[in-house]
């Protein structure tokens, strides 16, 4: 993948090209934070949508099926937390 590739990807998911930040240089590293701002996006959205799909009082019934669907959300929030 090209540093251009690797730029396009950071700025379409809502971060700055590495040329405009103090981010690291070396690819390998552009990469991480690239999969890490998709992640966090893909969690926002995902959290969004389950949010959105139970409403916001969850039946006590939908309880355990609400976890379930919001268990990659939890995990990758964790992730991105201990990154921090």
């Known amino acids: 993948m090209s540093n251009?590739?690797?730029?396009?990807?950071i700025a379409n998911c809502g971060g700055v090209p590495r040329r405009h930040s103090h981010a690291p240089?070396?690819?390998?590293?552009?990469?991480?934070?690239?999969?890490?701002?998709?992640?966090?996006?893909c969690a926002d959205d995902l959290e969004s949508e389950i949010k959105e799909r139970y409403g916001a009082s969850?039946?006590?019934?939908?309880?355990r099926k609400y976890d379930k669907d919001m268990a990659p959300v939890i995990a990758a929030h964790k992730l991105l937390k201990d990154e921090k």
């Open 58 to 63: 969850i039946h006590p019934a939908m309880q």
């Open 4 to 9: 251009e590739e690797i730029d396009q990807i």
């Open 25 to 41: 240089v070396d690819s390998r590293d552009a990469r991480i934070e690239a999969l890490k701002i998709a992640l966090r996006e």
